[in-house]
């Protein structure tokens, strides 16, 4: 397990190392998916200062005081830290460095390569050489013919006496979807179907302890503008009732402001 406590003389800072392995994702789920899970966190933590999630950002662990360049790092697609700022220095962070932070992210997630890339092997080993409690794995090409064929859609390791176990779903979702609940964390991660820019297909989710997928802002708008046209159905139809009653009384005589 890496340690969070340094003894060098003076350690590298962000702006001393690259931000990035330069190495470009290979499919936009790469992106996607991370940023979906940032922007639900942004709503269903909004009122806390005590987390970070980064994507694609180097996380790095073993500084090089001779050559910052070459301080060994990892590149996640995304990464959860807690007990950490939420957000740092103006511009926010170049990159997440164990020697300042004094916090190991707590789940990485790893969106499968279209070109594998060893998520289930050299970085599931990596991870778990860490200490990094959650490895979180989503493919896109579950089910496939070859190494994708024996893999679920979406995996949740839990790091257990040093080593990772898979760790099995809570709760079944509608189209065969899948929660895994992490009690650390207060949160589940899941996927099913769902439209996100106007595109349907399978994502992935945070979930309450119940199994209720944390809506995003689209949905959320979606769900408050439905209710809004709803409730304008129900005051138009029980305007167009009393108008219609009004007029009845008239009829027979009435005066239906008159009536108390």
Not at 72 to 91: H, M, Q, T, W
Not at 128 to 138: E, H, K, N, P, S
């Amino acid at each position: 397990m890496v340690t969070t406590s340094y003894e060098y003389q003076n350690l590298p800072t962000a702006e001393d190392l690259p931000d990035s392995d330069e190495t470009p994702v290979d499919n936009e789920l790469q992106n996607d998916i991370p940023n979906l899970l940032l922007n639900l966190l942004k709503w269903i933590w909004g009122d806390r200062q005590d987390w970070f999630w980064g994507v694609d950002m180097c996380v790095y662990y073993e500084p090089n005081t001779e050559e910052p360049a070459k301080s060994k790092s990892i590149v996640p697609d995304g990464f959860l830290a807690l007990g950490v700022e939420r957000l740092k220095n103006e511009g926010g962070r170049l990159s997440y460095l164990l020697w300042e932070e004094k916090v190991l992210p707590i789940l990485v997630l790893e969106v499968v390569s279209h070109k594998y890339n060893g998520e289930y092997d050299s970085k599931l080993l990596e991870y778990q050489d860490l200490g990094i409690l959650y490895y979180v794995i989503y493919n896109p090409l579950s089910g496939r013919r070859g190494l994708y064929k024996k893999h679920q859609s979406l995996e949740v390791y839990k790091l257990v006496d040093s080593k990772y176990e898979l760790v099995p779903s809570v709760a079944l979702l509608p189209g065969n979807g899948k929660v895994f609940w992490m009690p650390e964390i207060e949160l589940g991660i899941g996927c099913e179907q769902g439209n996100q820019g106007g595109w349907q297909r399978e994502w992935v989710y945070w979930y309450d302890r119940s199994g209720v997928r944390y809506l995003t802002a689209e949905e959320r708008a979606d769900q408050m503008r439905a209710a809004k046209e709803e409730a304008e159905a129900i005051a138009l139809q029980e305007r167009q009732q009393k108008e219609k009653l009004a007029a009845y009384l008239k009829t027979l005589g009435i005066n239906p402001d008159e009536i108390p």
